[in-house]
């Protein structure tokens, strides 16, 4: 049986990527042009450069600097069709140009904006926010023959493992022959006597208790990673109970695979993402409920929770924000000026949305972020309110 690789990369290849483009930022002198535009152009195949080019007119940039700006993202926009540009770049012509193109938009400071910008340092908070709120999804398929081992990534599907075949038959001498090793050397009892049944079921357990292995390792690989399971009813239920216990808390949900197991990653990209969105919409629909009957609500309240480490996880809406008051030069978040003035009551403060600082604040209080879309950030609205947390059980 080939072996699956187990390494730091495996999982992550999307976040990796745009660890480095953070990491290339912060060395970086001089004004930047940050730009998050959408990229969906519909019936008019000219929207996204509009979009790109009315942002670029509301900072002050010179003509000449404007026009290269748009140039070079006019380039960058060739052949994309759906997701969101991310770009920096740099007044010098010979200097920075660093872009990526997202699957999934990043929930923007100051709510929803098909194509905001800024001019000064790089704006990096969506990106920061986007990679705390979005956690990686490892999908593990089984059956009798092979098993293979995805990754999706903010939303990107990338298979982390080689493709295996349990029932070569160099694997099959490994589980079926005595300990000895020795080719031809049958186990106790003899091969031909052997009930075959039984050892196909003592195969199978070592077979699926390898699996478990690398799926540990890749879940292992960065914190918060889900975990699903794919494939018949049977092997998804022997998977399942090999599953250490802190495996078994990153279970996002298991399921059927596609019809055709054997399908390229491509192929595979669009029924995973589509389980995974719906498992994490269920999820989000019992988290809601929980949040109605026991969660915190209300920007000061939950501001206050965070700051004495009482949230296990604070929830935001995508498309909305809540503007707060920051004392200047700290970290210090408050719901009104009035608040802010009991931390800082001679210091400068500042008005500004939420995301902006809410990564920070919630590592601070050592709580996760969740950010909901579509139907269950409207339902977070007309329910409780823009933002809310979770209290830590225990």
Known sequence: MSDLPVSDTIATP??????ELLGSLGGQQGPLLSLYLDVYAGNDPNAPRQRADGALRALPLGRDARGRFERQL????????EGTLVAFLDEDPKGLLATRLLKVAPPLPGGSDPAAARWGDAWTAPL??????????VAVFADER??????QDLGEVSEASAYVRAMDPGGWRRYSENATGVPGTPARGGSGQDDFASRT?????RFVADVIVRVESAVAAHDGTRLVLLG??????????????????????????????????????EPLGAFVREALHQEDRRMLAELESSGVSGTGEVLAALSRGELATVVIGADVDVDVVRCLGTDWLAESEEAARRVCPDGPIERTPLKQHLTTT??????????????????????????????RRG
């Open 146 to 151: 092979r098993a293979r081992v995805f990754v």
């Open 128 to 137: 920061e926010l986007l990679m705390a709120c979005e956690d990686p999804v």
């Open 201 to 205: 079921e003592a195969w199978t357990a």
């Open 14 to 19: 999307v976040r990796h990527e745009l660890d």
């Open 362 to 391: 919630a590592k601070r209080g050592r709580a996760r972020i969740r950010v909901l879309r579509g139907p269950d950030e409207e339902a977070l609205l007309a329910r409780i309110g823009p933002v809310a947390g979770l209290p």
């Open 232 to 269: 018949d009813d049977r092997r998804r239920s022997q998977l399942q109970e090999a599953l250490p216990v802190p495996l078994k808390g990153s279970l996002l949900g298991s399921g059927p695979a596609p019809a055709d197991p054997d399908l390229d990653v491509a192929r595979w990209s």
């Open 74 to 81: 006019l380039y960058e926009l060739r052949g994309a069709s």
